[in-house]
């Protein structure tokens, strides 16, 4: 597939997704997202694929925000409309069977924290930024970043930032649980892919059941322990669970076809 934004890249089972926006800083625009989504959905079905980094072109930005330029006239209709397809981008990402991995270069501010935030882990470079500035354009976040904000670090550090729109650096991003590591910029995609690399090795079927069970805390009318038993029971039939129990008893590696 040919895409105009983005560059895709599939290695070792491992698919880079990389915005290329370098100029404008890697923002978001309305197709950088729907090619974000394609990109993601297309790798669902791509038996090749184990697992999914996002990442910016260069090294000064991951994504720094979505681009005013292109909705600074838009109508409430339209607004409206925007936030609301940003927000099924993200939840794509957020309910990929396959682990994403985001792996932040730099400023991460706006959309782009608010993408990073929809990705399974987070990784930064000790140069990574992050912050949500929208209530200095007059608006709130429109791709989920009042609620995944709060979900990862907390409301009280949530509303701190949301409201006084303070960048913090990768150090304070790790204290807060917003990342869970910081390397050198030089490391950062190869350390990104080393994590991703041993969680490919587990089972598929259980990695996508675990997603699933997570995301599910968070949904409405859904009940997350039910929702685990329920998964927990339907794994035993899939034949990951009898290579990984067999490989178990019989002391070897466990090779998962991820059904």
Known sequence: MTYQTIKTEISEQILTITLQR???LNALNILLLQEIKQAIEEAQQNLAVRGIILTGS???AFAAGADIAEFANFSTAEATKMSRDGHEVLFTIEKSKKPVIAAVNGFALGGGCELALSCHIRIASENAKFGQPEVNLGVPP???GTQRLAQIIGKGRALDMLLSTDVIDAKTALSF???SEVVPIEELIATTRKKLGKIIQKSPNAIARVIDCVNACYQDGENGFEKEIREFGLA?????FKEGTSAFLEKR??????N
Request: hydrophobic fraction near 20%; avoid cysteine.
């Open 22 to 24: 370098e100029d404008k």
């Open 58 to 60: 260069g090294t000064k």
């Open 142 to 144: 429109g791709y989920g």
């Open 177 to 179: 649980g917003l990342v």
């Open 236 to 240: 035993f039939s899939s034949e990951d």
């Open 253 to 258: 590696k466990a090779e998962f076809s991820g």
